[in-house]
């Protein structure tokens, strides 16, 4: 007997229902390959869309900045974490965004948690789309205000509810711009009226949206024209951008008033020095290079052309770089997952509770790290892998 019998009877029972998650060291390698398990593959796992990670600019821009200030901040923001490389990133991040100001954070969860929770009142009632980022759950949990949950092909029922919520002091729609795990995008425009003829205030997540969407990278608040219509903007510097690090934009009194409230950056040390300076590059090669954006989609389109040939069915509402392939069941895809190690390639196999239960899948994310060759080769190796029904 050991005080932790019921914790090892727990993992069992995620072992037998195959949702038991392992551990892996990933080593990244140059153009997109991993190494991992002794085995070299290549990467469609990733959220590295622009694939800045491993980026020359990046990692000159990193080191130089390690040379002056060392390797931790030392100190949250607010006591004397906050350098001028975080000055200079909040100034990029809110001229890119085309706000007043911006506000950083340890990562785009401690954004998304530490915002919301600071911006909602437990008097308020909060609407979640049933797909948002479990981050964003979470901010509104603890905001302990009511949570409402829509499906977003439903939002009929949101704007029933919203009618209900008229008496609460403010009403909060709160979404995932880019779906994360479905890779489809939220129908802004519609929130934005919903939000304007029922007086609810719209937060939106754009961590694959940054660096991935709009004509300028600005994300799908861009590409929808939503911009002035939605009232906080969040984003990471995670994906698209290669780094670390969550943020925020909008007014300046918002931003004075997260940085005296939101507990997430006040209490947590401030982001390294070096990853602001890598940041502050990455903004700059998108601002140079809006292309990169246009290729990216050129890419994810020649997927979607692959797999319609391999008669590979994808849901049509997959816009961007995130392709779901849904298998259902969770011991076939990770069955399908290990036969495509075994052929060199690494994809997210997604299962519960990431994902509602029997709607398991692969995560294929493309990037620029991929050319066309990969990018076909996966799709024929998908297409034997999932037709023959590895079981
Ligand atoms: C990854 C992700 C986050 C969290 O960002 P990190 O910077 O990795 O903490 C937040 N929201 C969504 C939708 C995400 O996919």
Known sequence: MSRWDWLTAALQRLDESQLRRKQHASRPLPNGGCERDGRRLRDFANNDYLNLAGDERLRAAAESALKDNGVG????????????????????????????????????????VGTI????????????????????????????????????????????ELTKASDAPRRWIVTDSVFSMDG???????????????????????????????????GVCEMM??????????????KALGCLGGFVTGPQVLIDYLWNTARTQMFSTALPPAICAAAVAAIEI??????????LQSRVASFHEQLATHHLAVPTSARGPIVPILIGDAARTMNIAAR????????????????????????????????DDAINELAAALAETVQTGAA
């Open 73 to 112: 901040a030392r100190a949250s923001a607010l006591i004397c974490g906050r350098t001028p490389w975080h000055e200079c990133l909040e100034q990029r991040l809110a001229a890119f965004e085309r706000q007043p100001a911006a506000l950083l954070f340890p990562t785009g969860m401690a954004a998304n």
């Open 286 to 295: 998108i601002d140079q290079q809006p292309q990169l954006m246009a290729e």
């Open 340 to 371: 495509l190690e075994e052929r060199g390639f690494l994809v997210g196999a997604i299962r519960p509770p990431t994902v509602p239960q029997g709607t398991a899948r692969l995560r294929v994310t493309i990037t620029l790290a991929h050319d």
């Open 225 to 238: 024209h939503v911009e002035d219509r939605v009232a906080v903007r969040i984003g990471t510097l995670s």
């Open 117 to 160: 929770a600071a911006l909602v009142r437990a008097e308020d009632v909060v609407f979640c789309d049933r797909f948002n980022h479990a981050s964003l759950v979470d901010g509104c949990r603890l905001s302990g205000a009511r949570l409402r949950v829509y499906r977003h092909d439903a939002l009929d029922k949101l704007e029933q």
């Open 184 to 218: 489809d995008l939220a129908p802004l425009p519609v929130l934005c009226d919903l939000a304007e003829r029922y007086r609810a205030e719209l937060i939106v997540d754009e961590a694959h949206g940054t660096g991935v969407f709009g004509p300028t990278g600005r």
